[in-house]
Every structure is written in structure tokens, then in C-alpha cells.
């Protein structure tokens, strides 16, 4: 699986930017695909993630820093997640990475498959 992600840019504190990840693949729909952020200094953190749970049905998953202003999605016939990011602060400011991976939920070492990150930097 490879994963590109883009969207990424400079926005001022307040603002929302939304992050795409296409994925190569044929059975992209069957993978939990997450969202990660690295900032300066620190850890690669969990941001979100939706997981296939069968069927049609998938669950999201969020870091309590973006509940309520991040939403992910994604879609299958284009093998692609978003991540809408809305409210941005400056402590949103990160290269933001998106993953892959069978069973993966929020532990970054869960997933197999990584895109090569875009930057989003939130100004005050």
C-alpha cells in the first residue's frame, strides 16, 4: 500500500484546512486509516482514525485535543481518507502523516503503512 498525503499549508489560528491521503491498493475499504501529527520536539501523537468493523460500518476515533473541530472520513471508491480540520490552533501546528493498517486503532506502531507527511503550520 502506498499512501500520499496532501492539503497541507499555512492557515491563520481560527481557520480549517482539510488533509487528503490517496492509497493505492484493492482492498483499501477493509483498512483502519489514521491520522498522525508530529510536531517539532515532540512524539508522533495519535489525530484520528476510522476503522472497518464489517460490512458497511466504520467507527472514528479521535485524540480528546481535536474532539469536536477534527472529522475524519473517507472514501472507498476513490481510496481515500480526509481529515477536516476546523478551529486550528497554533498547537495544531505539525507534519501530519496518514497510515494504514488491518486492525490498527490508535497505537502508532499498530500501523504498516505510512505516507510521506504534509505540513500544517497555524499562525496566531
Same mark, same amino acid.
Given at each position: ?59 472514528? #476515533?479521535?485524540? #480528546? ?5 477534527? !472529522? +475524519? ?19 495544531? !501546528? ?12 490508535? +497505537? ?17
Amino acid at each position: 500500500v502506498q499512501l500520499q498525503a496532501s492539503g497541507g499549508g499555512l492557515v491563520q489560528a481560527g481557520g480549517s484546512l482539510r488533509l487528503a491521503c490517496a492509497a493505492s491498493g484493492r482492498t483499501f475499504s477493509r483498512y483502519t486509516m489514521g491520522w498522525f501529527r508530529q510536531a517539532p520536539g515532540k512524539e508522533r501523537a495519535f489525530v484520528a482514525a476510522t476503522r472497518w468493523s464489517g460490512g458497511s460500518v466504520y467507527y472514528a #476515533d479521535y485524540a #480528546d485535543s481535536v474532539k469536536g473541530r477534527f !472529522t +475524519i472520513s473517507r472514501d472507498n471508491a476513490k481510496n481515500s481518507v480526509y481529515l477536516q480540520m476546523e478551529s486550528l490552533t497554533p498547537e495544531d !501546528t505539525a507534519v501530519y502523516y496518514c497510515a494504514a493498517a488491518f486492525g490498527g486503532s490508535v +497505537i502508532a506502531s499498530e500501523y504498516d503503512y505510512w505516507g510521506q507527511g504534509t505540513q500544517v503550520t497555524v499562525s496566531s
